[in-house]
């Protein structure tokens, strides 16, 4: 039943793109939105994807569901100025899917969204998973292909995984996430600390960039402007925000990252 009603829900466009903006410390100003997957349900509210994600890919509706979420950013990014990237999370049946790339190449061409605008968010545990057969492909062949359409690629909960340097090697990889466990820590916890210098510190080594998730206080966002992450992400900056509201948080209160205390 539940699955009937979430086939009928991607159907009566229920399903949104939330966007939680990414902000760059130095420059100030927000650099990226990440789409996270919303349903709007009629009478049960606004659902998050732990109370839908495994059920739509157990009913084979999250490719589907997949290409919605990108419309509904899409339609959002075009309101915002081009500078901004959109980051998208990729599942495990999307990363295997022969015909992910030429999809997602036609609904950014629909919406005059460039591809180098594009980031993929996936997570060790999805590029662990094989699906051999049927029409499945390997992730490692469909992260080649969105490199080449000109997307680039963000390793999401850095450090959470299981090998995660051999990740780093094998994938062509243009970011990493830090973890929001890691960045929890930062302020009382010297481990957190010196993992997420050592995280900064390889980032830069291999010319990636880093992205810390779940900053919620100033402290935390102050620490980690010390240890030079750059990019942050976190509801101290803004919670995900409705399509309505995004373009003029971007606008308005995306600027003035640069010190803590400037807001
Ligand atoms: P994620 O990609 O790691 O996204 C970050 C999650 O942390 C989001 O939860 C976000 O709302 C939450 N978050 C952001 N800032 C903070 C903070 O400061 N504190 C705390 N406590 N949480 C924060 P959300 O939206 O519930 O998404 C959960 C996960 O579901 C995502 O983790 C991602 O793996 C998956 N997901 C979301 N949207 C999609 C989608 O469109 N497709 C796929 N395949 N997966 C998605
Ligand atoms: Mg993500
Ligand atoms: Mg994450």
Redesign the pocket.
């Known amino acids: 039943r539940l699955a009937d009603d979430l086939a009928a829900g991607l159907q009566r466009g229920e399903i949104v793109?939330?966007l939680?903006p990414i902000v760059s410390l130095p420059l100030g100003c927000t650099t990226g939105l990440?789409?996270?997957?919303?349903w709007q349900h009629p009478e049960r509210g606004l659902l998050?994807?732990?109370a839908f994600?495994d059920l739509a890919e157990d009913a084979g509706l999250?490719l589907l569901?997949?290409d919605m979420?990108l419309r509904s950013a899409c339609e959002t990014m075009r309101h915002v100025d081009p500078a901004v990237t959109l980051s998208?999370?990729?599942?495990v049946t999307?990363l295997a899917d022969r015909g992910l790339c030429d999809r997602i190449s036609m609904i950014l061409g629909e919406y005059g969204i460039p591809p180098d605008r594009l980031m993929i968010?996936i997570?060790e545990h999805?590029t662990l998973q094989r699906q051999p057969g049927g029409g499945r492909v390997s992730p490692e062949h469909t992260l080649h292909e969105l490199r080449e359409l000109g997307a680039s690629l963000c390793l999401?909960?850095f450090g959470t995984g299981y090998s995660s340097l051999t990740h780093i090697r094998r994938y062509p990889l243009t970011a990493i996430?830090i973890?929001?466990s890691f960045?929890?820590g930062v302020v009382d916890h010297p481990e957190d600390r010196a993992v997420i210098a050592a995280m900064v510190g390889m980032a830069a080594a291999l010319d990636l960039e880093v992205v810390g998730?779940?900053?919620?206080t100033e402290e935390q966002l102050m620490a980690m402007r010390s240890l030079r992450c750059d990019k942050v992400?976190?509801?101290?900056?803004a919670?995900?925000l409705a399509p309505e509201a995004v373009p003029a948080w971007v606008a308005d209160r995306g600027r003035d990252w640069r010190a803590a205390s400037a807001r």
Request: aromatic letters at 4%; charged letters at 30%; proline letters at 5%.
């Open positions: 793109a939330f939680q990440e789409a996270l997957v919303r998050s994807p732990a994600l999250d569901l997949g979420v998208m999370n990729l599942s999307q968010e997570t999805a999401d909960d996430k973890d929001r960045v929890n998730e779940g900053v919620e992400q976190g509801y101290l900056i919670r995900p």
